[in-house]
Structures are given as structure tokens and as C-alpha cells.
């Protein structure tokens, strides 16, 4: 079984922000691969669904960001599994928007969301970095992280979603290497 957790920040109107792509990638893949129904625990929402053998919980923290660790450790605790079981889908400002890269452990790079996950779990856990690209300054960093969408980029988001979903199964395999490369055929790099 494993637990994978999209970050991002509760209601709707955060719904299209780049800081909310975790939540956005697990919706991809709960849909894609019919997960069953959302519950609400942990602090957050839970859907139940199976990528190949592989049993995954999704959850989506309902804690805002900087408390995602909070519903995290909540969960890995209840299911008694380590943070070896524990994939973290982010947004991240170093990755040219719409690139997705997988790593595990780190640090947080200023990130409020892997900063709580950290210091509630420690940093040993896989994250799948879902670039937004960095504005350029560092003043305008909150603005474009909190920031919607643009509707010229709702085709590449949309495109970048389906990939993660559609190449999701040989994350659950543990292929991570593969599922990067893959993601990247799919939108043409």
C-alpha cells in the first residue's frame, strides 16, 4: 500500500492556482484510473484505488499548506507505513513549467508544504516536483505561486495532467525514471 499526497490549499477559490497542481495531478489520476468516492479523514480527502497490484490512497490535506504534515503523518500512522510508502506531488518554482521530475529526499526549497511533511516526518520521502517556473524575482514569487492559471496555459496543464495520470502506474511500480521519461514523450520533449 502506498500513500500518495498532493499539496495544495482547501476551497474553491485556490482551485486553479499553480500552487495547488498536487491536488489537481491526484484528481488526474483518481479519474483516470476510476478511484472510488472521496471520504473525508485524516484532515483531508481520501480516495481508495489500485494502480496495477498496487493498493494507493490519495490524499488531498484540507489543512492548508503550511499544516499539510499534520493530515500526513496523521494517515502514514493510521495505516502503520514508513515514509518509504510516501510520494509528495508539489509544485516547484526551479522547474520549467509543465516539467516533472521524481526524487526522493531533499530539502524543501522554501516550499511551506514540504517544510511541515518535513518536520513532521522527516525528509526521506518521494516527491514528484510539478514545475511552475520561477517569475524571475523574488518579489514576485507569492503573486505567480498563488497566482491562476493563465488561459494560454490550460491546454499545457491539461496535457501535463494527463500524462502524469496516464504514466501514474510506473510510479506505483516504483519506475521513476521510467515514468519521467515517459510523462516528458507524451508532451513531445
Known amino acids: ?44 480527502w481520501l480516495q481508495e484505488g489500485r494502480l496495477g497490484s498496487d ?9 492548508f499548506m503550511n499544516e499539510s504534515g499534520r493530515s500526513v503523518g496523521e494517515a502514514l500512522r493510521f495505516y502503520k ?7 509528495v506531488f508539489h509544485d516547484e518554482l526551479d522547474l520549467a513549467p509543465f ?16 517544510r511541515s511533511i518535513d518536520r513532521h516526518l522527516g525528509p526521506d520521502f518521494r516527491r514528484v516536483r510539478i514545475g511552475i517556473g520561477h517569475p524571475g524575482h523574488k518579489d514576485r514569487v507569492t503573486g505567480h505561486v498563488l497566482g491562476n492559471y493563465a488561459k494560454s496555459e490550460i491546454e499545457p496543464l491539461s ?13 506505483a511500480a516504483g519506475d ?11 508532451l513531445g520533449e
Not at 484510473?33 to 483531508?44: D, M, N, R, V
Open 1 to 44: 500500500m502506498q500513500l500518495w499526497v498532493g499539496l495544495g490549499n482547501p476551497g474553491p477559490q485556490y482551485a486553479m492556482h499553480r500552487h495547488n497542481i498536487g491536488f489537481m495531478a491526484l484528481d488526474a489520476i483518481a479519474e483516470v484510473h476510476g478511484f472510488g468516492p472521496t471520504s473525508k479523514k485524516f484532515q483531508g
Open 176 to 186: 521513476d525514471a521510467r515514468f519521467m521519461n515517459d510523462v516528458a514523450l507524451r
Open 159 to 171: 496535457d501535463l495532467l494527463g500524462a502524469i495520470a496516464a504514466e501514474a502506474p510506473l510510479l
Open 99 to 114: 516539467r516533472v521530475k521524481v526524487k526522493t529526499g531533499g530539502g524543501t526549497a522554501g516550499h511551506n508544504g514540504l
Open 55 to 63: 493498493k494507493i490512497l490519495l490524499l488531498k490535506p484540507a489543512t
Open 81 to 87: 507505513l514508513g515514509t518509504d510508502a510516501l510520494t
